[in-house]
């Protein structure tokens, strides 16, 4: 699963290098509160409301919502303790601040060589953090779920993304 901001480059180069994986757009950026919903069906609820009010108040902002809707909801596919993990961007946001925070340490780096050096340290070192102590994401458990989705003939209704989007 790939979790990102709408841009259109980028959702055009996920389209054709990673095809055939679930986009989620990052709910964070889109709505804070409106997409807390524990179901597609709540969510759902959620944003017709939102659309019955608002329509004629902020009518940009309701063809966002709709516009947006399935791309901040795929992640409701998901248990409910992938969901927190992978809904928002804040991820990668906290990987790449660590980076910058490396980075001016060192201020000017000699060569590219020596970037990818750093670079390289540190997701080895977060791998590790995540392998031996706290796991960000245990997959052994989604791999289980999956199985079983699967075997209940229940497939998850997930946002596929394809290079004909």
């Not at 979790?3 to 980028?10: A, I, K």
């Not at 659309?51 to 063809?63: F, G, L, W």
């Amino acid at each position: 699963m790939v979790v990102s901001d709408s841009h259109s480059g980028l959702v055009k180069a996920l389209q054709i290098e990673f095809q055939g994986c679930t986009w989620q757009r990052c709910q964070t950026h889109l709505m804070r509160n409106l997409l807390d919903a524990p179901d597609l069906k709540r969510a759902r609820l959620l944003m017709n409301e939102f659309v019955e009010e608002y329509a004629d108040k902020a009518p940009k902002a309701v063809r966002v919502l709709e516009d947006g809707f399935d791309d901040v909801t795929a992640v409701l596919a998901l248990p409910d303790r992938y969901r927190r993990r992978l809904r928002t961007t804040n991820g990668v946001e906290r990987l790449n601040e660590e980076i910058r925070r490396r980075e001016r340490v060192i201020r000017i780096f000699p060569n590219r060589e020596s970037a990818i050096r750093l670079l390289g340290a540190l997701l080895m070192e977060i791998d590790e953090a995540w392998i031996t102590g706290h796991r960000y994401l245990n997959m052994d458990e989604y791999w289980q779920w999956k199985k079983q989705q699967q075997e209940s003939g229940q497939q998850a209704k997930l946002h596929i993304l394809n290079a004909s989007l």
